[in-house]
């Protein structure tokens, strides 16, 4: 029996929810592939994205999962689908030139009664490429093809209980993590070791908790390096006079808290602490507007118009949805924290509100993951909201 | 100044052997988005594949790395590019449904005189979706596209000295990561604290170098979860009579050197050693075949007969191409031990030898990281071929 994340009724909800927004597209089916929706919609869990796989969904009966036949079995073993509805393709179409997984997957869909079918596709969610969208086309020239990105993701906006339980257990992971950083920055640690005790802290977890693999490794970069937000680690020792941010997540069964926080060694220039000051100040005006009613972008306005009267300036979003996920991201690729996002704010959804500064002189990263309520926002972690000095 | 893994005549080898195989297949330019291609090609590491970016090489100067305006900073500190070869696109594109990143590439695309032109594509390679295929047909409508999926992965089968030492180094770090798992794997530790583990030992590495992340994280199933090959972990205790695999890598500066063994806990029933036995056999089978001349399909058959001669079968590929990886897969995608596989074997030939079995009672991984030689081949890992039993 799979340990399953969620009760046979949550699942049952979402395929509802699914549905009814298939409905809405006038789709009969749809083939996920992001392996958060895969996951979301079925319990599936496996690092086996990096073949083509996904899951097919009608509006009758249970979705089908259908991937390489080696992982048949992790199908049994995590997800709730009868093994009628497990299917499995040859390996020799694995990575192979002369033949494409896709051509198996459309013999399924016409066994399955698809042949003419209105079918929705991820055309812009991860692990969905080129090439399977032209074999797809190839292989079945009478179903209407139809772009569904993000239609899943946007059913799992409005987290349910477990789930905001599950960030929450996360959210303990992630403060120990800092708390770690907090304890062992300092100047002659090389930046590696320092990493391997954020992993370990991070994978044992927290509060009675163990630690799931968060979607993104750590980002550490030092000095001008912290001027770039995507880089990872090396072996430099940590310096007096330098500022390294570290943007990392705790993650629970697949869910995540990410939070970022900046620390400086030595005694910062007076432009950190403006830096800070002013982010510090711009979060609480953009969280004064994360409430129900809201719009996504009132918070990216709030947060905007304080950074620029303080005399700083952010050209990015700062913020997103956040929840169940996969590498390369922990973001769930629906909702942003910038201006045009009319995305109405309601109690159970949770983000990232990620304001990091990319100074000349080095990044700022100082962000909270938070739960809109049913009055207003709760920030997740309590970690300290501040720079971090060690002088 | 960027703080490059190869020298720039490394760098350039590696674009003139690009070129040559675009010419032949008559490519005026090819745009890479395989994020492992993109960092052999110019460099570029960071973790920002999770959006749209991308390298553009034509047959004239520099590469030019795209991506997200945030990111330039990151291509500015990893790449030798100049900053006229390093083009940012506006921080709206990213994950929003009405634009696409794929416009602005267009735009550039034209802006370098390609609007004619042949340019191949990455049609299978990761992170190429459906919707930047179908967005650059609009755009562009008088370029020819073609699927240039693999060109560039092939060109780096062959491993120069340098990527060799890299390696090297990595099988170090996967040494003492199977090392910590022999010391203590014990009944009772939960998966998770022992993973904790592991993931410190790959970060600090080993033999004064540091570890970098591994493109796939610890894949480490137990009991009747190991019939299933990728399962990561959870926090149950290990127990006596019951088998682990630990799928691991150590990687750095990208470089992957992975390796799986597995673990019983108290005395194993016969079947196991048994299946020790004939994947030990096999595996001196196969080796025996790893050499300059030979196809990639005589290891796979040499492999293949005696397991089948001693009792056993198995029905998928038995290894694949190592090198440079980024997740979600640390294999090169090229080269597969497979019967039809006819790829001659070359000296710097670097592969992963997995001939891992998934049995009903569970998994037996036992596998081995190999370079081939100028006169055969050489196990990268002095790790012991065995069932490790603790009884």
Sequence with gaps: MANLPFTHAEYTTR??????????????????????NMGWLTGYDG??????QGVLLTHEGEPVWWGR???????????????DNIVGYEDSYVQNP??????????????????????????????????????????????RFDDATGLVNWQRAVKSPTEIDYIRRAARIVERMHGII???????????????DIYHASICGADGHWGDYPAMVPMAPSGVDATAPHLT????????????????????????????????LGKPPQKFYDAEKAVVEAIEAGLEQARPGNHAEDIAIAFNTRLNQLGFVKDSRCGYAIGMSYPPDWGERTISF????????????????????????????????????????ECFCQTPRELFVKE
């Excluded at 992982?71 to 689908?81: K, P």
């Excluded at 090389?190 to 391997?196: E, G, M, N, R, T």
């Design 182 to 196: 907090r304890e062992r920055a300092a100047p002659g640690i090389c930046k590696h070791d320092l990493i391997a």
């Design 69 to 83: 036949d080696m992982d048949v079995n992790g199908a049994i073993r995590t997800t709730y689908l009868n093994s």
């Design 98 to 143: 002369v033949k494409h997984p896709m051509e198996d997957l459309s013999a399924l869909i016409r066994a399955r009664g698809l042949e003419c079918a209105t079918i929705g596709l991820e055309m812009d969610n991860y692990y969905f490429t080129a090439s399977a969208f032209v074999t797809l086309q190839r292989e079945l020239p009478n179903v």
């Design 47 to 52: 690092w086996s994205f990096y073949v083509h």
């Design 15 to 36: 395929l509802a929810k699914t549905r009814a927004a298939m409905a809405i597209r006038g789709l009969d089916a749809v083939f996920i592939t992001d392996p958060s």
């Design 233 to 264: 680690w090396d072996d430099r020792p940590m310096r007096v006079d330098e500022n390294t941010f570290f943007e990392i997540a705790g993650a629970y069964r697949r869910y995540h808290c990410p939070q970022s926080r900046t620390v400086y």
């Design 338 to 377: 910038r201006r045009g996002d009319k995305t109405v704010l309601e109690p159970g959804m949770t983000f990232h509100f990620m304001p990091a500064l990319w100074l000349d002189e080095g990044g700022l990263e100082i962000t909270e993951p938070i739960l809109i309520t049913e009055t207003g926002v």
